[in-house]
């Protein structure tokens, strides 16, 4: 069992940046592929970024192309997730999670971490 703890969120005005980190304890975190996802207030939990076990693989959803960067430190159990210009639809509670599996099977993650607020004012 992995557990996550995520942490940076807070209140920023649109076009800020923001940087959330997720500490991982437990099993070894250089075997997991991580991921960030965030629900909105009344909408289904969706994913933003994955990346695979090496950090040599991501994905994106459409929605934070360019804008969002997922990235991991292995030595610090650590994944991470830059977020720039960022805008009001991006206000949501973001969770980190984890898989042994692929980076790109979104629906495989689980061991969730509380989750952070993100919110983005206008």
């Known amino acids: 069992q992995v557990r996550l703890v995520e942490s940076g969120g807070g209140l920023v005005q649109a076009g800020g940046s923001l940087r959330l980190s997720c500490a991982a304890s437990g099993r070894t975190f250089s075997g997991y592929a991580m991921g960030w996802f965030r629900q909105a207030p009344g909408k289904e939990r969706t994913v933003v970024a994955t990346i695979s076990w090496s950090g040599g693989s991501t994905y994106y959803a459409d929605s934070v192309k360019g804008r969002f960067t997922i990235s991991r430190d292995n030595a610090k159990s650590t994944v991470y997730l830059q977020m720039n210009s960022l805008k009001p639809e991006d206000t949501a509670v973001y969770y980190c999670?984890?898989?042994?599996?692929?980076?790109?099977?979104?629906?495989?993650?689980?061991?969730w971490g509380q989750g952070t607020q993100v919110t983005v004012s206008s």
């Open positions: 999670a984890c898989t042994s599996g692929s980076y790109r099977n979104t629906d495989r993650f689980g061991s």
